[in-house]
């Protein structure tokens, strides 16, 4: 018997969900998020997750090896800028504030590039959550 077609030829879509969408769609980012290179872990891509997770560590420990600014309030918009990206390295960010590390003042510029390097990581940290999400989702070829 001859399977069904439509007029043009082609056969019927299913109804059928992908099995990329069982299942809570939003662990790997927020996982992804707090813990860097914990997402694509979830997905078991060991490689990605690995090199994520190396460089957003070394990041953000050269840039408190080098005295960078944790942002803990924001007076204009750069310091906000500036939190947004601390923030983006999720849990090191609060460890790192309850620890008491990371400068108050930048005084120099080795702690001028600290300051950058942490923030960086932050960015790269919601970047790698995000390609994460859009692995699990289908958006994106693993």
Do not use: C, E
Not at 82 to 90: A, P, R
Not at 93 to 116: K, N, P, S
């Amino acid at each position: 018997m001859a399977s069904p077609q439509t007029t043009n030829g082609a056969a019927p879509k299913s109804n059928a969900k992908p099995a990329a969408n069982q299942g809570f769609v939003y662990l790997p980012l927020i996982a992804g998020w707090l813990v860097p290179g914990a997402g694509h872990f979830l997905l078991r891509k060991w490689g990605r997750g690995a090199l994520l997770a190396v460089s957003i560590l070394g990041m953000f420990a050269l840039g408190l090896a080098m005295q960078g600014k944790l942002y803990a309030n924001a007076h204009d918009l750069l310091d906000m800028l500036g939190m947004v990206g601390d923030l983006g390295n999720g849990l090191l960010f609060f460890i790192a504030r309850v620890a008491g590390l990371g400068a108050d003042q930048v005084l120099v510029t080795t702690q001028d590039w600290g300051t950058r390097f942490i923030v960086v990581a932050g960015l790269l940290n919601v970047i790698a959550a995000v390609d994460a999400h859009n692995i699990r989702t289908g958006r994106k070829a693993a």
